[in-house]
Every structure is written in structure tokens, then in C-alpha cells.
């Protein structure tokens, strides 16, 4: 192995480790919405008198169009190992299963004897933050994770011949099914593989288990949550199909959304003219097709909702420009290969420089809710109704230590250290419940977050804490300075959900533990 080669593996293999000890950094043990569902579950996994017909029915309820029962089973297993929730354990077996797909994809890319540097667009372009919400949200990001591997499980068993490869297909697409809504692509993605390789006779055996699936989920969708999608129109879907395939491009700052479409349609170009003149019988080209057909999924289940670009849709373009590059990489030079890596490591630096702030700053966000819910029992972020709705299940089960909530700000002794702090004025202004903080007098950074905490004037045990959301600094500061955050910052308490009264500001320091007593208050 000579130094280039050398070199270029420990290029990909610490491009892969930056991307997994940043979800070490940013994963947080604490839920977020749906993943109240798990709660759920394990809520009734772990009540001794719950029917066994019962327990069947939670495991496979569809909530949110979705059957996640493979991510309830491994929840159960948790459960009986260590008698909890723990969603930043979740979140790291996430991670586990994003490194399963990445190395299917070298080894893809291995079977094609290219010269080892020539695999950094498929690391560049998958061990990136684009797709953020797969490491801070527990129950999106083992869905999306376990449909994804086990969709290319299914694939790379049905490539090989045999009955005992025919069975382990189906049961992965079976998994695929019971993990995440767009896992029955991955039985049409085992269809297409034997059609194109003619395999006839075997499709037939193919048609029995998804429609028994299928089934079940039609059963099931009557007890559960099921989306309308009565209001598709296509001058909105059509863009949102172009966006999701081109996600890749929206690192850039400006006409984000435009580019997304230019490079979905590009995408969309390159794809068809790579199955019909390159290569349609490969496993490449049938996870092709599905992620085509996941982005077409999506627009039917969400453009009706008015739902558009998430971090969660985010896997579709790169896994698509991934799949695109190993189709066409026997075909061209290795000029356009050093083009395309250059271009890949552009946009996996942007998707760096634009999404860490974000990712931080929802680490930060959680930590000041899981200390308004230790003190309040309630979130400020989530909706009264939704908090109403979910009262019964978040309550219980918090009292029987299913879940924790980690209160690092604001315990009892810190609140008196609170009210004794001493005076300081912050150059601060609200306008529509919006507080904006000008020349912060402190250094900020990605790993120096600063909270306000709103104390009742009338009832000081009434407190609640809000995370301070820094505005991302100038790339030129960012560039030679390495200042990823600005001194200006904002609180958004719009839809709050805070009690009314009259609140006094603080500002906390959770670095040096310092608070200090603002000149402000805010009124709700």
C-alpha cells in the first residue's frame, strides 16, 4: 500500500469520526414529540398487568402513517437491560446503523478496483451534518437509519442466488416494512432487481409477504394516526419533488431552494440516462429507483400538509448522488473524479459551516427544556395541546423513572443563587414577544451556550428557562478567526408556553456558573 493510498484511507476514516464524535457531542437524553410513542410503549411494555393482545396492539399501532415496530422491539430490549429510556442511547445505535450503511457503500465502491481516493465523494457526501435531526431526535432517527439499512440488506441478499438469499430478502424488506412507512420500497426494490435480471419465477414468491404486510397495515392504520393528503397541488409538489432529490445543494446561502431544484432535475436526468445506457440490472440502480420513488412517496404523504423541506428528508439526495457516482464511475475520467471530489468536499465543509449552529444550538435548546420540565412538568417549545394530549403518558412514566430529565440549570439552589445575582445591563430589546440581545459582552461560541431564566415576580419558585440562539457569525470571522457565532443573539417567545404573569430576566452563564440580574422584564 503505497502513502497516497495510505493517506487517503485515514482521510475517510477521520472524516467518518468527526462525523460520529459530533453526535457524541450534540445527542441528548431527552425526548422530543413523537418520541413520546416510545414512551408510550414502553409505558405499556413495562406494566406487568398489560394483555398480551394489548401489547400487540401498541407494538404495531401506525402513528404518524408509520409502524415502527422494529424500533420497538430493540426499545423493549433496552427496557429488560437496563430498565429505562434512553434516547441518547437511541441515538448512538443510530449512529451505528449510518456507519453500516456508509461501509455498504465502500464496499460497493471496492468492487470496482478504483484507486482508494477516488471513495471520498461517497464519505464526503454521507458522513455529513445535512441530516441532523438523525442525531438529536431518538425516534426519527432509528426509523430513518433501520428503513435505510435494511432496504440495501434486502438488495444485497436478493443479488445473490439462492433460496436461503431469497428468505433473508424478504425478511430484511420485512424489517424495512416495520421500521419506517417507506420500507415497502423495499420490496418493489427486490421486484425491480428480479424483473431487470429476469428472475420471473421468483417474483411470483415475492408477491405474498408484502401483501400480508399490507394488510396489516391497513388493519392497523384504523386504530392508529393517519395523515390526509386530500391537498396536493401539483405547482407545490412538483418543486418539493426536486427539492428533495437536490438537498445537497441547499449548503449554499443564498437561492438555496433554487438550486435544490436545479440540481434535483439534474439528478433526475443523470438517473434515467444511467439505467438506460449504463447499467439497469444492478443493485445500484434498484436503490436508485427506490430513493426516487421515497421522494415521490414523501410528496404524495406531505405536500398536502404543507410540510416541505426537513432535516430528516435530508438522506434521500446524498444516498441518490452516492448510488450516481458508483453508476457512472467505470464511465468517466479521472479528471471529472477530481472534479467531482472537490466539489463533494465543498459541500461537505458547507454543510459543516451551516448546520453545527444549528445542531448545537437544539443540543442547547433541549437542556433548558429538560430542566423546564423537571421544575414544571411542561416544555415551553411543544404546544399546550400537544403537552394536553401527551400529559397521561409523559407524566406516569416520568414518575416511575422510565425517562429522565436532566435539570443541569436550575435546581432549587441554583434559583436562590439566581435571585441573589447581581445587577447587570444587557442590551436588550423585545418587540412581538421576540427579545433581541445586541453585543453580548461575552464570548460565544458553538460550546458556550448562556440561557435567560424568567423568574415570576409574584411567585418566584415559577421559573423557566430559555436557551439563547446566537446568530451565526460572518464566514470571515468564522475563516480567520474561528468565531462560528456572532455577539448578537435572539429569544423567541412567541409560542412559549409560559404561564402569565410577569417575568423577571436573568442571564446564566453554565460555564463559570455565574448569574447575573438583567434590567428587563417580560410579560406574557
Not at 437511541?90 to 468492487?111: D, E, M, N
Not at 438488495?155 to 417507506?182: D, M, Q, R
Not at 415497502?184 to 429476469?198: E, H, M, P, Q, T
Amino acid at each position: 500500500m503505497n502513502n497516497t493510498q495510505k493517506f487517503s484511507i485515514s482521510l475517510c476514516l477521520g472524516i467518518a469520526l468527526l462525523f460520529f464524535w459530533q453526535i457524541t457531542r450534540v445527542s441528548n437524553n431527552t425526548p422530543y414529540l413523537d418520541d413520546v410513542n416510545f414512551i408510550d410503549f414502553i409505558l405499556h411494555f413495562a406494566n406487568p398487568r398489560q394483555s398480551i393482545s394489548d401489547l400487540l396492539t401498541q407494538l404495531f399501532m401506525v402513528d404518524n402513517n408509520h409502524m415502527a415496530v422494529v424500533p420497538k422491539l430493540g426499545l423493549s430490549l433496552q427496557y429488560l437491560l437496563f430498565q429505562d429510556i434512553n434516547f441518547k442511547r437511541i441515538l448512538l445505535i443510530s449512529a451505528f446503523q449510518l456507519a453500516l450503511i456508509g461501509t455498504w457503500f465502500i464496499w460497493q465502491f471496492k468492487q470496482t478496483k478504483k484507486p482508494y481516493w477516488m471513495a471520498l465523494p461517497i464519505v464526503f457526501l454521507w458522513f455529513q451534518p445535512q441530516y441532523y435531526e438523525i442525531s438529536n431526535w431518538a425516534m426519527t432517527g432509528i426509523q430513518q437509519s433501520s428503513v435505510i439499512l435494511f432496504s440495501i440488506l434486502a438488495l444485497e441478499c436478493i443479488s445473490k442466488p439462492g433460496k436461503k438469499y431469497f428468505i433473508l430478502a424478504n425478511v430484511c424488506a420485512g424489517l424495512a416494512f416495520y421500521s419506517f412507512g417507506s420500507g415497502v420500497l423495499a420490496f418493489a426494490g427486490i421486484g425491480y432487481y428480479l424483473l431487470a435480471n429476469r428472475r420471473y419465477r421468483e417474483i411470483l414468491w415475492l408477491i405474498p409477504l408484502p401483501v400480508i404486510l399490507l394488510a396489516s397495515y391497513v388493519y392497523m392504520r384504523q386504530l392508529g394516526s393517519v395523515a390526509d393528503t386530500s391537498t396536493i397541488q401539483l405547482s407545490h409538489a412538483i418543486p418539493f419533488f426536486f427539492n428533495l432529490t437536490g438537498t445537497i445543494a441547499m449548503v449554499i446561502s443564498s437561492h438555496a431552494t433554487e438550486a435544490a431544484w436545479i440540481l434535483g432535475i439534474i439528478l433526475l436526468v443523470l438517473a434515467i440516462g444511467g439505467l438506460t445506457k449504463i447499467n439497469h440490472q444492478s443493485k445500484i440502480s434498484a436503490l436508485i429507483l427506490m430513493l426516487l420513488a421515497n421522494c415521490l412517496l414523501i410528496v404524495i404523504s406531505r405536500d398536502g400538509l404543507g410540510i416541505y423541506m426537513v432535516s430528516r428528508f435530508a438522506t434521500l439526495s446524498p444516498l441518490l448522488a452516492m448510488c450516481l457516482y458508483l453508476l457512472y464511475l467505470p464511465k468517466i475520467s479521472n479528471k471529472i473524479v477530481l472534479g467531482i471530489v472537490l466539489l463533494s468536499g465543498a459541500f461537505w465543509a458547507g454543510s459543516y459551516v451551516q448546520y453545527l449552529p444549528v445542531m448545537y444550538n437544539q443540543k442547547h435548546q433541549a437542556t433548558a427544556e429538560a430542566a423546564n420540565w423537571s421544575r414544571n412538568r411542561a416544555w415551553t417549545y411543544a404546544s399546550e395541546r400537544f403537552q394536553s394530549n401527551a400529559s397521561d403518558i409523559l407524566i406516569p412514566s416520568y414518575n416511575q423513572g422510565l425517562w429522565k430529565s436532566e435539570n443541569s440549570i436550575l435546581s432549587d439552589q441554583q434559583l436562590n443563587l439566581c435571585l441573589a445575582s447581581k445587577s447587570m445591563a444587557f442590551s436588550m430589546r423585545e418587540e412581538n414577544q421576540k427579545l433581541t440581545i445586541d453585543d453580548f459582552p461575552f464570548e460565544t461560541g458553538l460550546q458556550l451556550p448562556y440561557y435567560l431564566i424568567l423568574i415570576d415576580t409574584l411567585t418566584l419558585n415559577k421559573a423557566f428557562v430559555k436557551n439563547i440562539e446566537f446568530r451565526p457569525s460572518s464566514k470571515k470571522n468564522l475563516l480567520f478567526h474561528g468565531q462560528w457565532l456572532s455577539n448578537s443573539g435572539i429569544v423567541n417567545l412567541q409560542q412559549a408556553q409560559l404561564a402569565k404573569g410577569t417575568y423577571q430576566i436573568y442571564v446564566y452563564d453554565p460555564g463559570s456558573q455565574r448569574f447575573w440580574k438583567t434590567n428587563r422584564t417580560f410579560l406574557r
